[in-house]
């Protein structure tokens, strides 16, 4: 089997994992369903590789998220740009009857939800993100094809960088390209499971560049992706809200 | 609503059209959005610009609502009137403000109502490979594949100018 295709189905398994509360680095969280919602259908669950993910883009001011489809009132309503001024945007795990099943960018890692089609427009894109923890290594795929394959800095073990299946939620340029962060940050739905906070703000897990690009490749991180500046450059340029990182062990 | 409109007169499937207006005395530029509109289907509003924009519609039967038409893409509104307006708002203010004048208004004329078109959904088997699993006891509702027509491969997503604050 080839490479790209052995990895798309490691991906596969991996979000089988997550799906049925096995999967992830934490590992021992069976992943949240917000208000009780229930596990999608295997079959709704996306495949990384094997076809074009489904990115729903918010078009109304504020998106009202279900615990079940066709519930009459919101468990939670999220606002639409996010705090910092991104589309909000969800990762598509399925439909029923004009709902769609979403990741959702809120603690605890995992949560799902409902949300009315209507209420936002749904694209695709083929490209994804794999991070393998193990290898310190991250890889850009679109379908099954790499298109980028570099080192990467992961948390350390007391700040450990969680696995699962997160997507990008915002992409934020930094004022200062040559600071911590590098020239561009993006934010995860997904949350560090060691911090309860950042600096005064939401513990959330980010892939961005580095003013230390010697310590690439390593375990030093809170908790983030740190790859090196000409590489998130490059993928700034090329992903769109929306796209699935897979956080493999 | 002094907005520049146009009309095209069709059969049962009419085509339409356009418009947007700095008419009145407004600093801003337009807006520019687009409305497209055949008798018996769903409006578009479309959008050139690099920026999404919210805005708000109504139409001649009593309906309206709010979207927000992506950048440099288009979306469906609800309505099959036959007239609607929409109104532009301002996309760096999410106060509602309106971009007054700066939005666009469609008329179709229809000689006789047209049913919505409908497709035919291909029925689609379920997937085989999944090992043969115990029938669930409790009717729960489970997604199914996706069906919800898509608007076309997402855009590089827009960087937005802040200092992170992710864990680093």
Known sequence: MPVAATRGAAAVLALGLLLTGCGGGSGKKTPATTGG????AAAATPVL????????????????????????????TLRNPNPDGAQRVFLVLGEQNGWLHVLLPVPPNGSKGWIKAGDVVVQTTPYWIQVQRSGHRLTVFSGTSKVLDVPAAIGTQDTPTPGGLYYIAE??????PRGDYGP???GLSGYSTSLKQFGGHDPIIGIHGTNQPKLVGTSVSHGCVRVRNDVITKMAKMLPLGTPVDIQA | MRLK????????????????????ACSDRDAGLKLKGSCGAEWVVSNPNDYQIPFTWKDNAGGHGSDVAPAQGSIQVHSTATVIEVDAI?????????????????????KTPTPTPTKPTPTKKP????PATPTPTKSTPTATPTTTPTSGSAPVAKPVTKTPTFTG
């Open chain 2, 90 to 110: 301002k996309p760096d203010q999410y106060n509602h403000r309106p971009w007054r004048g700066h939005g666009a208004i469609g008329v179709l004329h229809c």
């Open chain 1, 171 to 176: 992409l934020l340029k930094a004022p200062n």
């Open chain 1, 49 to 76: 590789g094997k076809e074009p993910s489904k990115i729903a883009a918010a078009r109304v001011a504020q998106v009202q998220i279900y615990a079940n489809p066709g519930d009459g009132s919101p468990s939670m």
């Open chain 1, 184 to 186: 561009y940050a993006y």
């Open chain 2, 5 to 24: 409109t146009a009309a095209v007169l069709a059969g049962a499937m009419a085509l339409t059209l356009v418009g947007a207006s700095p008419a009145l």
């Open chain 1, 37 to 40: 919602s229930p596990a999608p």
């Open chain 2, 127 to 130: 997937p085989t490979t999944h």
